[in-house]
């Protein structure tokens, strides 16, 4: 029996309280591959993460939720539209680890979503912008933390979506996961292909593919924002994540597969971030459909065809949007889609179906 690549083995580095079960699994999707014509497709399960239904939300909350606990403080602070799947797995987090968590949420009170609610039976306190606008969290944010701190808390505040450096180094982690799952099973990746809502899970990407020597090409299908607008977060995300690698030492110990992917374009974000960090690491395709939160003809028709051909659930407004994008692309080797979880999404809208 010939083993396996040896696992990465990595100095200390950030702080980190384990959340998820890692490394979750990367599966084959003939049947799906088969029907797009796209060849070769693996899906990489982190809707598997096995945290609250967390998805992809578990990697960076490890991060987030250890930098709090080293900060001193006593809340966790963070927003988001009312189906945020972030927030709720925020408030099992703080839950996790004894602490409160304050949500500020966009518009006015109402019946809660599946996410809101698991998030209040977990213990958040929720407070509202009252206004639709997302952009409305941005400003609530740091007045409950300005608060909470005048009345003797210990607030740490966490953008929408957990969009940080420090966040963002739970998918550079994964990136290197992915490459000892393709290096062990022998697979030759060429595209990795992402929903992005905050970006924080491609920035991570980028800058674990980067270490990586460019493995593979990236594609990011925005399904919050344009893509331009999203292109030049991500990269300095990415940028400020190799930073806080930098500083771990885990560059000099990460694993290296140098081979560089190019020919797909859609994009040239302005600005090349930090790092080393440029355009070319990434690919923006624009997968809002009819806006953010909104489910697209095409999506809901992929997320029909990924559960009759390999039952898979995607969720209508992430993942559904962003698979359908994969017969956009061409290129060599397999493609992996990342499946970012949206259980709770998916499980409302089969519900709102069948009533």
Known sequence: MTAGPARTRL????????????????????????????????????????????????????????????????????????????????????????????????????????????????????????????????????????????????????PRGGATAIGAVGYALAAAELHEQLEAQGIDAGRVVVAVGSGGTLAGLVAGNVLLGRAWALVGGSVSRPPEQVAARVLTLAGECLGVIDQSGWRAAWPTRALARTGLTEIAPAGTGTAGIGPEDVVLADARGPGHGLASAEGTAMAERAMRTEGLMVDPVYTAKTLALLPRYEGSGAVVFWHTGGQLDTVALAAEVRG
């Open 11 to 158: 100095p200390a580095g950030p702080a980190r309280i384990r959340l998820a079960a890692l490394p979750t699994p990367l599966t084959g999707a003939p049947r799906l591959a088969a029907e797009l014509g796209i060849g070769a497709l693996y899906v990489k399960r982190d809707d598997l993460t096995g945290f609250a239904f967390a998805g992809n939300k578990a990697r960076p909350l490890e991060f987030l939720l250890a930098a709090a606990i080293a900060d001193g403080a006593d809340t966790l602070v963070t927003g988001g539209a009312a189906g945020s799947n972030f927030c709720a797995a925020t408030a099992a987090a703080a839950l996790r680890a004894g602490l409160r968590c304050e949500l500020v949420i966009a518009g006015n009170p109402g019946a809660p979503g599946p996410a809101l609610a698991l998030a209040m039976s977990w213990g958040a306190t929720v407070r509202w912008t009252g206004a639709p606008e997302r952009e409305s969290v941005d400003a609530g944010l740091p007045e409950a933390a300005a608060e909470l701190a005048a009345a003797g808390r210990r607030p740490y505040l966490i």
